[in-house]
């Protein structure tokens, strides 16, 4: 959807209210401290636009990850993944690679330790989880080495 300039009736209609999907608020002329706002709105935005296919610990156990629904295009197919759980305890004391792939327009979620590697086929690197002792001791985004080519 082609974003679209909004009339100076809406802009005055969107003064003081907050959008439903970031949490943003729409701040009237003259705000001050500006730069509170700014930083609060840049958040909100990276936080929201950040959130597809993010891995992170489960709260409900120490060596399970979740992987947030979300949408993407792999080789020129989209893929939609509804999101789930990763139960990672197979990886003790090694780092789990967990990547997203499509078979038949259907989105999965692979696993594998360092030793094997990544994927050779087309795949979209989600993070690098590192179990110690039992316990997920950290969670490496990828994700954003793929989409910006590092």
Request: hydrophobic fraction near 40%; aromatic fraction near 6%; charge should be negative.
């Given at each position: 959807?082609?974003?679209r300039d909004l009339t100076p009736e809406q802009?005055?209609?969107?003064?003081?209210?907050?959008?439903?999907?970031?949490?943003?608020?729409?701040?009237?002329?003259?705000?001050?401290?500006?730069?509170?706002?700014?930083i609060q709105t840049l958040h909100r935005l990276?936080?929201?636009?950040?959130?597809?296919?993010?891995?992170?610990?489960?709260?409900?156990?120490?060596?399970?990850?979740?992987?947030?629904?979300?949408?993407?295009?792999?080789?020129?197919?989209?893929?939609?993944?509804?999101?789930?759980?990763?139960?990672?305890?197979?990886?003790?004391?090694?780092?789990?690679?967990?990547?997203?792939?499509?078979?038949?327009?259907?989105?999965?979620?692979?696993?594998?330790?360092?030793?094997?590697?990544?994927?050779?086929?087309?795949?979209?690197?989600?993070?690098?989880?590192?179990?110690?002792?039992?316990?997920?001791t950290g969670v490496l985004d990828r994700r954003?080495?793929?989409?910006?080519?590092?």
């Amino acid at each position: 959807m082609t974003p679209r300039d909004l009339t100076p009736e809406q802009v005055q209609q969107l003064i003081n209210t907050h959008d439903p999907a970031t949490g943003l608020l729409y701040p009237p002329a003259g705000l001050q401290p500006y730069h509170d706002w700014l930083i609060q709105t840049l958040h909100r935005l990276a936080s929201n636009s950040a959130a597809d296919l993010r891995v992170s610990l489960s709260a409900s156990a120490q060596t399970d990850c979740i992987v947030a629904p979300g949408r993407a295009s792999l080789d020129g197919t989209e893929i939609a993944y509804p999101g789930g759980t990763l139960a990672l305890g197979a990886y003790n004391n090694d780092t789990a690679l967990v990547w997203l792939e499509e078979d038949g327009g259907v989105a999965s979620v692979g696993v594998t330790d360092t030793a094997s590697a990544w994927p050779t086929g087309v795949h979209l690197k989600l993070a690098e989880v590192t179990l110690v002792s039992g316990v997920i001791t950290g969670v490496l985004d990828r994700r954003f080495e793929t989409i910006f080519k590092v």
